[in-house]
Each structure stands twice: as structure tokens, then as C-alpha cells.
């Protein structure tokens, strides 16, 4: 499990095909120094098992449904990825619970900062930036005003939510500690839902579905209607 607080980024120094899975190799001192053969940990938003670590460089298998989910099939060398290890159990929760269990790609539709850059209060390294994402339609329906979200990893919480898109308030310590500030407009970024907003949702898929199957000529004739 995860909080969606990121320790660092990563960056992406191949993705290979091996005649089977495609083998991802991330440059990261400091997170792979910590991690051994066989260890989890978040990798843009994607729950990952890290191979063949060393204190420089860790690789992750990406199975088909990670490829097929997930942005990380579509990155290319010298790209930026979060990084961030399991939350150890005991530990405060800085962020939201965050799986690692990608729910679809979003879209970045802008990444703006707050103070227009003509404002001649504007500073880059100290404004704030308003994030819109387009989400997926099998996505939506977790997505809910001042509710959580996980993008990139990044635990943020909705401030409005526009047809199809969200947008989110960030702060100039995550836009410069995250890969935000490396992406350009346009590209794939990984989302998860809130879980605790998942389980709401399927708790009340399941009360409707009992309430409709309740709702029979037998039920109504015995409750005198």
C-alpha cells in the first residue's frame, strides 16, 4: 500500500521487449539503494516488483495488462517517473490510501500556474498551478468534488470537476518534486480512483441492485399496494 507521497523521481533508462513481458530499467539513487530483489514499489502510480537492483539502477516486468492500462509502455528514455516505497504499517497516512492498481489513463489537458506570467508578481519556482485532467468514462464515476485521486502517484484531491475533466490545485513543492513539471500537454498520465470512494460506490451499486430485485408483483401484493 501506498499514500500517494512521492520520494523521488526516477528516470526511465530503457524499456525492452524479453520475448515475453517488457523489462523496464529506471535510474534512481537513493530509492533503489533501499530496495532488494523482490520489492514493491510505486512507479508512476503502478504498483511494480523490483528486479535486479543495484544502489543506481532497479528494473520491473511489465506484464500486458500493465501495458495495456498503464502509461508506462508509452514512455521513452530520459522520461521522469514518480517514485515512492510501500507505506510500513504503523506509519502515518501523509497522503490517501493509494493501491497501485492503475484504473486508466487520463489525458493532461493544461497545467497553468495560478499568477499569470505577465503579473510582475509571477515567480516560477513559487507559484501555484492549476492541473486538468480528462479522465476516462470507466473512471468518472469515483471521481467526486474534494474528493481524492491519485495521478502519476500523486495524491491530490479534486477541486472541480468539468464534463470530463478535473482539475486540481498543486502546490510549487509537488510540481517540482513530481515529473508534473516534465510533461508536456497532451500526454497519458495513470490514474486511480479513491478506494475508500470505490467501495461507497459498490455498496451502492449492490443496495439498488437488492432494492430493484426487491421490487416484485409478489413483494407489492403482500405489502397491500
Request: hydrophobic share 40%.
Amino acid at each position: 500500500m501506498f499514500t500517494g507521497i512521492i520520494e523521488q523521481t526516477g528516470t526511465l533508462v530503457s524499456l525492452k521487449d524479453t520475448g515475453g513481458v517488457r523489462r523496464l530499467t529506471v535510474e534512481a539513487p537513493g530509492v533503489a539503494a533501499r530496495l532488494r530483489e523482490g520489492d514493491s514499489l510505486g512507479v508512476s502510480g503502478v504498483c511494480l516488483t523490483a528486479l535486479d537492483v543495484d544502489p543506481t539502477y532497479f528494473h520491473a516486468d511489465l506484464a500486458q495488462e500493465t501495458l495495456d492500462r498503464t502509461s508506462l509502455g508509452a514512455l521513452k528514455p530520459g522520461a521522469k517517473v514518480n517514485l515512492e516505497l510501500p507505506t510500513a504499517a504503523g506509519s502515518p497516512l501523509g497522503g490517501h490510501v493509494v493501491q497501485g492498481h492503475v484504473d486508466g489513463c487520463g489525458e493532461l489537458v493544461a497545467l497553468e500556474p495560478v499568477i499569470s506570467p505577465e503579473d510582475p508578481n509571477f515567480n516560477k519556482e513559487t507559484t501555484d498551478w492549476t492541473l486538468k485532467v480528462r479522465v476516462p468514462a470507466n473512471v468518472r464515476k469515483w471521481m467526486v468534488p474534494k474528493g481524492s485521486v491519485a495521478i502519476e502517484g500523486i495524491s491530490l484531491t479534486i477541486a472541480a470537476i468539468q464534463d470530463d475533466t478535473i482539475s486540481i490545485a498543486i502546490l510549487p513543492l509537488t510540481y517540482w518534486r513530481t515529473n508534473l513539471h516534465s510533461l508536456a500537454i497532451g500526454a497519458p498520465v495513470n490514474v486511480e480512483g479513491d478506494v475508500v470512494v470505490k467501495l461507497a460506490y459498490a455498496e451502492m451499486q449492490e443496495k439498488q441492485k437488492q432494492s430493484a430485485l426487491d421490487l416484485t408483483e409478489a413483494w407489492l401484493i403482500a405489502s397491500g399496494y
